[in-house]
């Protein structure tokens, strides 16, 4: 696995207070998948479900940045704690936000 990939892993996991078993396993991976990504480059479609797990683009995932500024970075942060009725929440106020209400 490249480095960039198995340290954005590793980052999102930590920041999510989960294990790589666990992720995988909520993610729809087969279990231990992601260490065999040492030896063979995952598909498309793996790194997909990782990144559509945490919420973030697929580029993130891979440990390109380019498309998160400061702010962002921030927001994933804070998401990654939430619950998923608290995430629901956020997101309602975020559309009532962005319709100025």
Known sequence: MDNLLKERIDELCAK???????????????????KNW???????DKVEKVAKYFG???????????????KMHKLVDTA???????LFALMVVAEQLKKGK
Do not use: Q
Not at 38 to 44: A, F, I, Q
Not at 56 to 70: H, K, M, S
């Open 56 to 70: 973030v683009p697929i580029d993130y995932v891979l440990g390109y940045d380019g498309f998160y500024d400061a």
């Open 38 to 44: 040492n030896e063979h480059m995952p598909s498309v």
């Open 80 to 86: 990654l704690g939430l619950t998923d009725a608290d």
């Open 16 to 34: 999510k207070g989960i294990t790589i078993n666990r992720m995988e396993k909520e993610a729809g991976l087969t279990v231990g998948s992601v």
